[in-house]
């Protein structure tokens, strides 16, 4: 797995790449850690190249969004693969994310 971040708006864009599983849950979660370090609190992840994510994976996108709402920011998952949101929906959590088809609309969300 791969992680890319671009600042754009005030707004923090985290492009992932590959599965978001056991194996890189622990990667993911520290870079979010290093990014609510820095007090960056609205975040748009691009999963449109995250064809697998597990219940592991799911644990780190709850645990994000969860942080981003106490501290008064936002999230939004762009584009993420029938395969994501197949799991999403089994789980129960698509609604609770906000869910946009562009980086620029998911910008526009969370500015």
Request: hydrophobic content about 40%; charged content about 25%.
């Amino acid at each position: 797995m791969e992680i890319g971040t671009e600042l754009k708006n005030n707004v923090l864009i985290v492009r992932l790449w590959g599965d978001l599983d056991l194996y890189h849950a622990g990667q993911f979660r520290k870079t979010l850690d290093d990014i609510f370090a820095q007090n960056i609190y609205n975040l748009v992840f691009n999963l449109e190249k995250m064809p697998y994510i597990d219940s592991s994976g799911i644990g780190v996108l709850v645990y994000a969004r969860t942080i981003v709402t106490k501290k008064g920011g936002k999230l939004s998952l762009v584009n993420p693969q029938e395969t994501v949101l197949k799991v999403l929906d089994i789980s129960r959590l698509r609604a609770f994310f906000d869910i946009s088809s562009s980086e620029e609309e998911a910008i526009q969300k969370c500015s």
